[in-house]
């Protein structure tokens, strides 16, 4: 079965500094892409990021950059400059190749300090 | 450019009560799926569909049903309201074909109190 952990439930960083927000994975398929959301107060989910298994760099999007390392099956959100709109929860998630479900962490909760 | 639409924001229902939650998508994708979200918690998977006239059951599927008769419209029918059903409801679409087939776009979610 396909397994999402988020080992933080909060995070607290200063502004302008680059935060890391960790996730592991567990899948015996191959083949699978990962995910991150960003949710702030007002409820939506922001998609924010996206590593297939076979990309052979990590992915990048502005200040977000996915630091993918598939041995230790983990992909960590690294958030560069933060920023006080930052502050919100993230959630990593997973799915599999050919299919359209999502299997999420339980979120890390990350503030971000003026 | 409206992408995924649900109604309603918010909803208070009594325990035993029916009622269906709406998404429609203007994308013309073909994938679409429902999630809850309890507090302090990620989004499971409720029910899915990969094209109109095919659903299947997610990750917690029991007192919910769904139906695609179009490929715009993906209702979300709860049978018999119970207080386990208070949750955040989100409705998402995809389209695996397409270059942007690795962007799962989310509805802004569907408040619903059982009491």
């Known amino acids: 079965a396909q397994k999402i952990t988020q080992t933080q439930p909060g995070m607290f960083v200063q502004e302008k500094e680059a935060v890391t927000l960790d996730c592991t994975y567990d899948?015996?398929?191959?083949?699978?892409?990962l995910f991150w959301y960003k949710q702030p107060s007002s409820g939506e989910m922001i998609f924010l990021i996206y590593?297939?298994?076979?990309?052979?760099q990590n992915a990048t999007e502005g200040r977000y950059s996915l630091n993918f390392q598939k041995a230790r099956k983990s992909a960590n959100l690294v958030i560069s400059a933060s920023q006080l709109g930052d502050s919100a929860m993230y959630f990593c998630?997973?799915?599999?190749?050919?299919?359209?479900?999502?299997?999420f962490g339980q979120g890390t909760r990350l503030t971000i300090n003026p | 450019n409206a992408g995924v639409t649900q109604t309603p924001k918010f909803q208070v229902l009594k325990t035993g009560q029916s009622m269906t939650l709406q998404c429609a998508q203007d994308?013309?994708?073909?994938?679409m799926s429902w999630y809850r979200q309890d507090p302090g918690m990620g989004l499971r998977l409720i029910h899915y569909?990969?094209?109109?006239?095919?659903?299947d059951q997610g990750e917690v599927p029991n007192g919910y049903n769904v139906s695609r008769s179009t490929t715009e419209d993906f209702p979300l029918r709860l049978l018999s309201a119970a207080p386990s059903q208070t949750s955040v409801y989100f409705c998402?679409?995809?389209?695996?074909?397409?270059?942007?087939?690795?962007?799962?776009?989310f509805g802004e979610g569907s408040w619903l109190t059982v009491v």
């Open positions: 590593q297939g298994s076979y990309d052979q």
């Open positions: 998402a679409s995809s389209s695996p074909g397409r270059p942007s087939g690795n962007t799962i776009y």
């Open positions: 998630a997973m799915r599999l190749q050919g299919a359209q479900k999502l299997v």
């Open positions: 569909s990969v094209g109109a006239g095919i659903t």
């Open positions: 994308m013309n994708h073909e994938y």
């Open positions: 899948t015996s398929d191959p083949s699978y892409g």
